[in-house]
């Protein structure tokens, strides 16, 4: 007998999750009452829902740590810039909480691809994203609302949850701040620390919004 479902409450709150795996809270529910009772509770447990609207940026940001993508490429090495693709590509390949374990596995070759190609540009705003998110002196994570559009991130252009691969052909480079928001991938925005060095024309996206 399918079990019942009840409704699903975290903290009070309709939110949304952030980034690729964006799915409603609805959505959610729906798919954790096909699980038994342990599992589902398990999973409520872990889920951190972002807020349907972005925070405000505390404080001005500061000067960018690089700026242009020349700047970058002289202030960081091949072996650092691989690291960091290497990070991103493991977390591509995780289990996530609505999409599970992907299919196909991508490498820090193929996140060095889409970074260099994009030339650290986000693909949707245009904001220069090839800073890491803040944190302290003990490693901690700072909050990065201020500099969100000069973060980097890698994004799926079709989310894994909706059928997106985990493949080459399906990722873009991305700030921090559009990946998380979707709604605000305006080209050329100059909040959260948006960068466009050298004169670049933001004015239309690289990749599909989807």
């Known amino acids: ?116 190609s994009a030339r650290g540009r986000c693909a949707h705003c245009g904001s220069l994203a090839v800073e890491r998110r803040p944190s302290g002196r003990d490693g901690r994570p700072l909050p990065w609302e201020a500099v969100g559009r000069r973060i980097g991130s890698l994004g799926h252009i079709t989310a894994r949850v909706f059928g997106g691969g985990n493949v080459p052909s399906n990722l873009a480079w991305s700030c921090l701040w559009c990946n998380t928001w979707p709604q605000e991938r305006t080209p050329g925005k100059t909040d959260h620390g948006g960068h466009y060095p050298d004169g670049h024309d933001a004015s239309e996206p690289r990749c599909p919004v989807e």
């Open 1 to 116: 007998m399918a079990r019942a479902q009840r409704p699903l409450t975290i903290a009070g709150k309709a939110s949304k999750f952030p980034g690729p795996e964006a799915v409603e809270l609805a959505e959610l529910a729906e798919r954790l009452s096909r699980l038994p009772q342990e599992r589902a509770d398990k999973i409520i447990s872990r889920v951190r829902p972002a807020p349907l609207s972005p925070p405000a940026g505390k404080g001005a940001p500061g000067p960018p740590d690089y700026a242009s993508w020349d700047d970058f490429l002289a202030s960081t090495t091949p072996a650092d810039r691989r690291k960091w693709a290497a990070a991103k590509a493991k977390k591509a390949n995780s289990e996530r909480l609505m999409s599970g374990r992907p299919a196909e596995r991508i490498t820090a070759d193929d996140v060095l691809a889409v970074l260099e």
